[in-house]
C-alpha cells in the first residue's frame, strides 16, 4: 500500500495534472513520509491497525448518523465498513489508479479511482487533513443511496467496488478508441469536491 501511495505521488502535483507534471522520486518520497508523519497514515499500517480501526469506527457512526436508511441496510445485508472503506482510508482513493504517462503505476483495472478524483481528494487531504477522506467517502455514498439500497450483499460489494464513482463521469461523445486504449477520461472532479462539502458532519 506504501507503495502504491509513493507512485501516486509521484505524478501529483497541487499545481496541474498533466502528464509531465512529475514529482522527482525524491520529493514524492518526502509527500509519502509527511502523509505517514503529519497526516498520521502511519496507523493505518501498524500490526493491529488501530488508525484504520478508528477511522472505520468514526465512519460507521457518521453513516449511522447521515445516511440511516443506508447504514440499516448494510447491517440487514451483513456489510461492513472494513468490506470496502479500508482500501479508500489506506490509499486515500488512489488504489489501482493509473496514469498512462507514468509506467510505474499499476496497470488499469475495472475497480480503478480515477486519478483526476484522487488528485482532487489528495488536494484537499493536504489543505484539511486526513479526516477530509470522511467528506468525499460520505459523498459517495449518499450519491448512490438510492441504487445502494435496492442491492444484495455481494450486487453491493461488487457496486462499492466498481461503480461507486460513475454517476461522476461525463459521458463520451462518439464510437469508442479503435485501438482499444485506455485513456483517462473527463470526470466531474469540481461536482465531486462540492458534493464532498455538502456533506454536513
Known amino acids: 500500500m ?3 501511495l509513493l507512485n501516486v505521488s509521484r505524478g501529483y502535483t497541487l499545481q496541474s495534472v498533466q502528464a509531465n507534471d512529475q514529482m522527482p522520486d525524491e520529493e514524492a518520497f518526502c509527500v509519502l513520509v509527511r502523509l505517514m508523519d503529519s497526516y498520521n497514515l502511519r496507523s493505518h499500517f501498524l500490526a493491529d491497525m488501530p488508525g484504520l480501526q478508528l477511522r472505520l469506527f468514526q465512519f ?3 453513516v449511522e448518523e ?3 436508511l ?10 461492513k465498513s472494513s468490506m470496502f472503506a479500508s482500501q479508500w482510508f489506506m490509499t486515500l482513493f488512489s488504489y489501482r489508479s493509473v496514469d498512462q504517462s507514468c509506467t510505474a503505476l499499476p496497470v488499469l483495472s475495472d475497480n480503478s479511482f480515477p486519478l483526476s478524483l484522487v488528485y482532487r481528494v489528495l488536494d484537499i487531504v493536504f ?3 486526513i479526516e477530509a477522506i470522511f467528506r468525499f467517502s460520505l459523498a459517495l455514498l449518499t ?5 445502494l439500497v435496492e442491492l444484495e450483499f455481494e450486487q ?8 461507486l464513482f460513475e454517476s461522476y463521469r461525463i459521458p463520451k461523445e462518439g464510437p469508442p478508441s479503435p485501438d482499444g486504449d485506455h485513456v483517462e477520461e473527463d470526470w466531474r472532479a469540481n461536482d465531486f469536491v462540492r458534493d464532498a462539502y455538502d456533506v454536513r458532519m
Open 60 to 62: 460507521d457512526r457518521l
Open 2 to 4: 506504501a507503495a502504491l
Open 127 to 129: 489543505a484539511e487533513g
Open 156 to 163: 453491493i460489494l461488487s457496486y462499492l467496488q466498481t461503480d
Open 66 to 68: 447521515l445516511l440511516p
Open 70 to 79: 443506508l447504514h440499516t441496510h448494510f447491517v440487514k445485508k451483513g456489510v
Open 143 to 147: 450519491k448512490s443511496e438510492d441504487k
